[in-house]
């Protein structure tokens, strides 16, 4: 699986619909239409074997299988993916740990469409990983 080709999909994971749809709208705003959604750790693994995304939205405090398991099982089957932690605030520790696990960055909620749409266009702009911005693209 590690070595099946990336395309420009994106990946929401979050056990929230409206997290995930606010960032699909966002994302769809930046120009990237292929966009697949799982509601929990499980969920992304099986839908991360069908698409292969490139870029993966994922939220650290889910049911069944927490943000830093599945992380750790996403970058096992697509190492060159993308991931970046969906956080609340107090979450620094877990997120720091993400950082440390694969993660190329975050974004903290509350966020705004620009956080979203900026996070895309770095992470999407060429084939190179970027370096994580410690920041978390916040303002």
Do not use: W
Not at 66 to 86: F, N, Q, W, Y
Not at 117 to 135: C, E, F, Y
């Amino acid at each position: 699986m590690s070595g099946k080709k990336l395309d420009k999909t994106v990946l929401i994971v979050d056990d929230s619909r409206f997290i995930r749809t606010l960032i699909k709208r966002f994302v769809t705003a930046s120009g990237l239409t292929k966009i697949v959604e799982a509601e929990d750790g499980e969920e992304a693994i099986e839908k991360c074997t069908l698409h292969a995304p490139s870029l993966i939205f994922l939220d650290i405090n889910m049911p069944r299988c927490d943000g830093l398991k599945t992380l750790r099982m996403l970058k096992r089957k697509l190492p060159r993916s993308k991931v970046v932690i969906v956080s609340a605030i107090g979450q620094e520790a877990m997120v720091k740990e993400a950082i440390q696990n694969g993660a190329v960055g975050y974004v903290t909620k509350p966020f705004s469409r620009e956080d979203i749409v900026k996070i895309v266009r770095r992470l999407t702009s060429d084939g190179s990983p970027q370096p994580a911005d410690k920041s978390g693209d916040r303002r």
